[in-house]
């Protein structure tokens, strides 16, 4: 079992900053991929942006350029760096893994909110 804590989220006016932080229970450098997911209102939740355990990342066309993930494995954490923020960027924002045993966990999500 993989417990994962995300933080860092809150309100933010549009072009502002925030970082996400995903702390997990569990050594990160053996996971296979660990994503950050979003879910809006009203709508099905999607990926963000995912670094492999080889280090090669990969993020939704909306936000490239703007978000960057990256991962601390002397931590156990993953991050999301959030820059230029829109108001479309408002969402709940999921940490996501993906273990070598190929089982999948999710944190409990943390709030993000861009005001225009």
């Known amino acids: 079992q993989v417990q994962l804590v995300e933080s860092g989220g809150g309100l933010v006016q549009a072009g502002g900053s925030l970082r996400l932080s995903c702390a997990a229970s569990?050594?990160?450098?053996?996971?296979?991929?660990i994503a950050w997911y979003r879910q809006a209102p009203g709508k099905q939740r999607e990926l963000v942006a995912g670094?492999?355990?080889?280090?090669?990342?990969n993020y939704q066309e909306a936000v490239k350029g703007r978000f960057t993930i990256s991962r601390d494995n002397a931590k156990n954490t993953v991050y999301l760096q959030m820059n230029s923020l829109k108001p479309e960027d408002t969402a709940i924002y999921y940490c996501?893994?993906?273990?070598?045993?190929?089982?999948?966990?999710w944190g409990q999500g943390t709030q993000v909110t861009v005001s225009s």
């Open positions: 670094i492999e355990n080889s280090g090669v990342t």
């Open positions: 569990s050594r990160t450098y053996g996971f296979r991929a």
């Open positions: 996501h893994v993906v273990t070598s045993a190929w089982t999948q966990f």
